[in-house]
Nanobody, 126 residues
């Protein structure tokens, strides 16, 4: 099973920006859909964004469209999530995810993904 290691996150004021990164242990993972999810206290884990580099596709939850950008750097087996114009409601633990299927296009439930990063806290103060 591929290992995913996350970095980034932290505390920011509303309107600010943060960047999350997720590094995969296997080079072949660049051909898979890689996604970001988030889970706020007392809420279910929800889809944020995904990228499938081989077909040139990105997908976003409606709540983050126009503010968040997902990108991949395949030479480093890394996917990033640039978060701008952050709001207090973006506060959550963020997780990257991938596999086991190569293509998981569109807004997907967390159960579709088999490998997960360790999670990183993002806190947006008002």
């Amino acid at each position: 099973q591929v290992q995913l290691v996350q970095s980034g996150g932290g505390l920011v004021q509303a309107g600010g920006s943060l960047r999350l990164s997720c590094a995969a242990s296997e080079p072949s993972i660049s051909t898979y859909t890689m996604a970001w999810f988030r889970q706020a206290p007392g809420k279910e884990r929800e889809f944020v964004a995904s990228i499938t580099w081989t077909v040139g596709r990105t997908d976003y939850a409606d709540s983050v469209k126009g503010r968040f950008t997902i990108s991949s750097e395949n030479t480093k087996n890394t996917v990033s999530l640039q978060m701008n114009s952050l709001k207090p409601e973006d506060t959550a633990v963020y997780y990257c995810a991938t596999g086991p299927l190569k293509f998981l296009l569109g807004v997907r439930p967390p159960g579709d993904f088999g490998s997960w990063g360790q999670g990183t806290q993002v806190t947006v103060s008002s």
